[in-house]
């Protein structure tokens, strides 16, 4: 049974009737990936705040941190998990496949990230993430000093705490616009 074919709840503007930077933009994404995620699309139906979450989307994801690309995307995908956001474990779960070559990791994050093979470094990253989706008020210092414990630096313990804050919001916007991811992500790399 296929997913529902809207690709959000509210109405999604024709990529001619944006601005020429979004139009570029999207040309650009169609170029690399072959299509425009529907987060894109679904985004542009606030052209500001299109330009504002790719400006973030781009500095938290793509951007030279203390955290490489697919420990980002694994972060993604156990918020996601936390949240049962349907378009982020699709999207990112397909990303964690691509750039781990694993096709069974991502589910695994997805459905029980304590059953994935992980290094210590990585567990006690997702373990800070989803206790900050699932019991923020409960972080404290031994939370943190974990993460420097398993050899994070302040800059790697802030990049941790700003990209699992980061999939919480889209997380949330994903849920109450009823987003649904691109249907070619569901194939992708496996």
Known sequence: MPQPDHIHALPVPEPEDLDPDLQKYMRICEEKLGFVPN???AYAFRPQRLRNFIA????????ETALSKLEREMIAVVVSSANRCYYCLVAHGQAVRELSGDPELGE???MNYRIAPLDARMRAILDF???QTTASLEIDDTDRQALRDAGLDDQGVWDVIETASFFNYTNRMAAGLDMMPNREYHVMDR
């Open 108 to 110: 695994m994050l997805a």
């Open 129 to 131: 993430a989803w206790k």
């Open 56 to 63: 973030t989307y781009n500095e938290l994801m793509l951007e």
């Open 39 to 41: 987060v894109i699309r």
